[in-house]
């Protein structure tokens, strides 16, 4: 496969940030969409989810993506921000499992070590570099850039990986 186009997502409950890149053998990345879907128009939390749901099973059919990556959920002070954060979260690799997708998951430290070199970085060092990594001009939504970045990490350590002959997750060398 000359080309690995590669879906990232940064769930969350009011919004979700998707971001398509196209990933050549050499390692050139580029752009293919991103956006947040929108899910606060919904009447009640089940339907944010089920607009969750459509939304990316529409992604999906339209970037046909041949991999996906996504963020992992982190510990919040709120309970219930974090449980309907892992529902979200649950539903989109549901989304990408029920199209037959295979799912790799990435730390937001991890993400960050990835793109900015140190894993506290904050969210404009991440923003900056996802549109220098693209090519991209003007100001990224928020979680959009998450979704690149998360894109981005999976497209680095999927590469590294083939290079040792390894997992995914063996070559981040964490697991």
Known sequence: MATVRILGIDPGSQRTGVGVIDVAADGRMAHVHHAPLLLMKAEDFPQRLR???????????????DEVAIEQVFLSNNAMSALKLGQARGAAIAACVA??????????KEVKLALVGKGSADKAQVQHMV??????????????????????THAHVRASAA???????????RR
């Open 99 to 108: 199209r037959d997708l295979k799912v790799a998951e990435y730390a937001a």
């Open 51 to 65: 607009l969750l749901l459509d939304g990316l099973w529409a992604l999906i059919e339209e970037h046909k993506p």
């Open 131 to 152: 549109g220098v990594m693209l090519n991209l001009k003007g100001k990224l939504q928020a979680d959009a850039a998450d979704a690149l970045a998360v894109a981005i």
């Open 163 to 173: 290079r040792l002959g390894v997992g995914v997750r063996q070559a981040w060398g």
